[in-house]
């Protein structure tokens, strides 16, 4: 048995970034569209405006690698660059408006023409028991303390009317053998620190298997 805890997203602004020159230019342009006029970007960085510079100096600049030009492909991949990293700035504003509205995240990104990737958020560990790898034992685990801390552990098989002490360990997360099959056994831990001993937890129980 677990504590229940609330999961949630935070979307992240990724860019699909094409390799072909001619792709780019018209992913770039679609982003510059879907921004323009956008009320949730008022004061977009870098401009729109220097953005669109960017993509127009690559589309030149291809233009001259295919006429086959003299030293257009390095000229090329210059602009290139000047364009990806334009992007990539905007992808920081864009990131950093979409996280000052927690509510509507994703369809501040999506409306911008960049796609969204959802990562989840680490939360802690809750403190939980669960049935062991063989019949008759549980792991335990619990939320880590400190960086140096350990752990004492205690179990009670007639509903924490009489409680048996557990080895101590340096992790938060203890297997305890020798369990009843069939029966409901409670859990309960403290934390050791250098500041001192922790409280008890609250007891978690599980029906041992």
């Known amino acids: 048995m677990a504590t229940a805890t609330k999961s949630t997203n935070r979307s992240t602004v990724t860019l699909s970034l094409p390799k072909s020159v001619p792709a ?42 295919l006429a086959r030009t003299k030293g257009a492909a390095a000229e090329r991949d210059a602009k290139r660059l000047a364009l990806v990293a334009a992007l990539q700035h905007l992808r920081a504003y864009i990131q950093v408006t979409a996280d000052a509205d927690m509510e509507n995240w994703g369809a501040i990104i999506e409306s911008a023409g960049v796609a969204v990737r959802k990562t989840p958020t680490r939360h ?58 069939g029966s409901t056994v409670s859990f309960k831990y403290r934390p050791v620190t250098k500041t001192g001993e922790g409280d008890w937890s609250q007891p978690v129980s599980l029906l041992v298997a």
């Not at 018209?26 to 982003?31: K, P, R, S």
């Not at 977009?44 to 993509?55: D, E, G, Y």
């Not at 100096?57 to 291809?62: G, I, P, Q």
């Not at 028991?129 to 098989?157: I, L, N």
């Open 24 to 65: 780019l230019v018209v992913y770039a342009q679609g982003i510059v569209k879907r921004m323009t006029g956008n009320a949730s970007f008022p004061n977009p960085t870098p401009t729109l405006a220097a953005v669109t510079t960017a993509v127009d100096d690559l589309r030149t600049a291809e233009t001259a690698v």
């Open 124 to 181: 802690a560990r809750t403190f939980a028991a669960k049935p062991g790898a063989v019949s008759g034992v549980a792991t335990v685990v619990a939320a880590a303390a400190a960086r140096r801390a350990s752990y004492e552990w205690q179990y009670s098989s007639d509903g924490g009317k009489t409680w048996v002490t557990a080895p101590s360990t340096l992790q938060a997360k203890t297997h305890v053998s020798g369990l009843q099959p």
